[in-house]
T-cell receptor, first 111, second 115 residues
Framework: KEVEQDPGPFNVPEGATVAFNCTYS??????FFWYRQDCRKEPKLLMS???SGNEDGRFTAQLNRASQYISLLIRDSKLSDSATYLC?????????????FGRGTSLIVHP | DGGITQSPKYLFRKEGQNVTLSCEQN?????MYWYRQDPGQGLRLIYY???????QKGDIAEGYSVSREKKESFPLTVTSAQKNPTAFYLC??????????????FGQGTRLTVV
């Protein structure tokens, strides 16, 4: 059930490239996501993570099933990227697949 | 517009009182979830439901109760047995596809404070 993330904060200048990792313990996990959560707001889906890796603009997500981790790479960081990034893993739980959240990684992008 | 609506946004409760948090979705999603988030912490699962009239305990179900009488609605009751109920409560829903959930969509949350 464990999903582990470095809580940070990661403090980076605008334009920097930053990467977050997330490890999970359940090898039977099936689905993987990155969510973004702004202060005192609800989490919102940033992107799903596929086995082949996927990219959405400045964001790249990768999955390594052998080592049981997923990663998120943000290129050319913007001030608006400042938020907490939550790793979500869906693994089997009594016949269902339940989303388990990491504690989140805080990103602060400064001018 | 389709979405998930939680109400109220802010709720104050006196010690010893039960309170019910509302969660309604018009996305026709099968699965619904309740999470609790404490400051600086991740989301912890309280209860979830994948079909009407059925629900399962999550990791921290003690002191909470739920019902799923309609597909669209999944209210959460915080009972007086919950020792530390002050937190941010988030409701989420997702569709079920071939037995594996897709991504979850969240309501805007309810901030519960015990006074």
């Amino acid at each position: 059930k464990e999903v582990e993330q470095d809580p940070g904060p990661f403090n980076v200048p605008e334009g920097a490239t930053v990467a977050f990792n997330c490890t999970y313990s359940n090898s039977a996990s099936q689905s993987f996501f990155w969510y973004r959560q702004d202060c005192r707001k609800e989490p919102k889906l940033l992107m799903s993570v596929y086995s082949s890796g996927n990219e959405d603009g400045r964001f790249t997500a990768q999955l390594n099933r052998a080592s049981q981790y997923i990663s998120l790479l943000i290129r050319d960081s913007k001030l608006s990227d400042s938020a907490t990034y939550l790793c979500v893993v869906k693994g089997p739980e009594g016949g269902s697949y339940i989303p388990t959240f990491g504690r989140g990684t805080s990103l602060i992008v400064h001018p | 517009d389709g979405g998930i609506t939680q109400s109220p946004k802010y709720l104050f409760r006196k010690e010893g009182q039960n309170v019910t948090l509302s969660c309604e979705q018009n996305l026709n999603h099968d699965a619904m979830y309740w999470y609790r988030q404490d400051p600086g912490q991740g989301l912890r699962l309280i209860y979830y439901s994948q079909i009407v009239n059925d629900f399962q305990k999550g990791d921290i179900a003690e002191g909470y109760s739920v019902s799923r009488e309609k597909k669209e609605s999944f209210p959460l009751t915080v009972t007086s047995a919950q020792k530390n109920p002050t937190a941010f409560y988030l409701c989420a829903s997702s569709i079920l596809r071939q037995g594996v959930d897709t991504e979850a969509f969240f309501g805007q949350g309810t901030r519960l404070t015990v006074v």
